[in-house]
């Protein structure tokens, strides 16, 4: 079993930068891969960034050049900086973990960009 925490959610205006975490109770080792997904109002939920063990990572192109996921193994955290935030990446994010075939869900933060 895999608890996740995100915090560092928001509100801030467009151009503005939001950093956020996602705490795991077990060792990010022992997970092969972790990811932020959103989902706005009415639309289904996307990834936006996924992180493997071995360090190699992807994005959505909506997010490209503008947010980095990364990992801190001693604080079992991975994060996802955001920045140039336009109004469209309004919606609740949530973080995501892939361990031993089965995958874990946070609870999800909103983060709210406002034009």
């Known amino acids: 079993q895999v608890q996740l925490v995100e915090s560092g959610g928001g509100l801030v205006q467009a151009g503005g930068s939001l950093r956020l975490s996602c705490a795991a109770s077990?060792?990010?080792?022992?997970?092969?891969?972790m990811a932020w997904y959103r989902q706005a109002p009415g639309k289904q939920r996307e990834l936006v960034a996924r992180?493997?063990?071995?360090?190699?990572?992807n994005y959505a192109d909506s997010v490209k050049g503008r947010f980095t996921i990364s990992g801190d193994t001693a604080k079992n955290t991975v994060y996802l900086r955001m920045n140039s935030l336009e109004p469209e990446d309004t919606a609740v994010y949530y973080c995501?973990?892939?361990?031993?075939?089965?995958?874990?869900w946070g609870q999800g933060t909103q983060v709210t960009v406002s034009s």
């Open positions: 995501n973990a892939f361990r031993y075939s089965t995958a874990y």
């Open positions: 992180i493997t063990s071995g360090g190699s990572s």
């Open positions: 077990v060792s990010i080792f022992s997970i092969n891969a």
